[in-house]
């Protein structure tokens, strides 16, 4: 079963406004991965954050991670056409564990 | 120019028949993986190979087979057991630890 389940499924705005999707999990976990795929594409690994960090930033991207609720959010902020993607949360339950991946959120960005 | 590779990128394979899907990775990764993926949904764990010369199933094994006698290489193997393969395979290396996973672009498998 999935690990990971992000919300919303399906998110649609602006070019410039900022997205915002959510993934919960249901066990404890060693650390928690963002992905991206392109539609068609493999996946590509955008940020790590571990157990023991509540807050990850990269370029645009902001990670943050609530253990005690067990849920992470990914906002990307001024958002470009070009994040028009599907977006995946991913979790390792402990180290060299194998990764269990959730259902994404297809982010569509309008220019 | 380091990275991970998937062929075929379309495979067309007839009801009965056995293929084959390759993945190779120069990134010298100790770790390599296979997933299904199908529309709309998630990537599930068919395989996975730590080290040369092992591997362990993941959640969705039966039909599949692989083999890692090379780092390089882990040859994914759909045989006729496996009853619904038409779907979107991915292939990912890393170097273990941690566990972030490098990924090949796919191989859209599709079952006439």
């Known amino acids: 079963s999935q690990q990971g389940e992000e919300d919303p499924q399906a998110l649609s705005i602006q070019e410039g406004e900022n997205a915002t999707m959510n993934c919960s999990y249901k066990?404890?976990?060693?650390?928690l991965q963002w992905y991206r795929q392109n539609s068609g594409r493999g996946l590509v690994h955008l940020i790590l954050i571990r157990s023991n960090e509540r807050e990850k930033h990269s370029g645009r991207l902001r990670v943050t991670l609530d253990t005690s609720k067990k849920s992470s959010s990914l906002l990307i902020t001024a958002s470009r056409a070009a994040d028009t993607a599907s977006y995946f949360c991913a979790t390792e339950k402990s180290s060299g564990d194998k990764l269990t991946f959730g259902t994404g959120t297809r982010l569509a960005v309008r220019p | 120019d380091g990275g991970i590779t998937q062929s075929p990128k379309y495979l067309f394979r007839k009801e009965g028949q056995n293929v084959t899907l390759s993945c190779e990775q120069n990134l010298n990764h100790d770790a390599m993986y296979w997933y299904r993926q199908d529309p709309g949904q998630g990537l599930r764990l068919i395989y996975y190979s730590q080290i040369v010369n092992d591997f362990q199933k993941g959640d969705i094994a039966e039909g599949y087979s692989v083999s890692r006698e090379k780092k390089e290489s882990f040859p994914l193997t759909v045989t006729s057991a496996q009853k619904n393969p038409t779907a979107f395979y991915l292939c990912a290396s890393s170097t273990g630890g941690y566990n972030e996973q490098f990924f090949g672009p796919g191989t859209r498998l599709t079952v006439l």
């Open positions: 066990t404890s976990i060693n650390n």
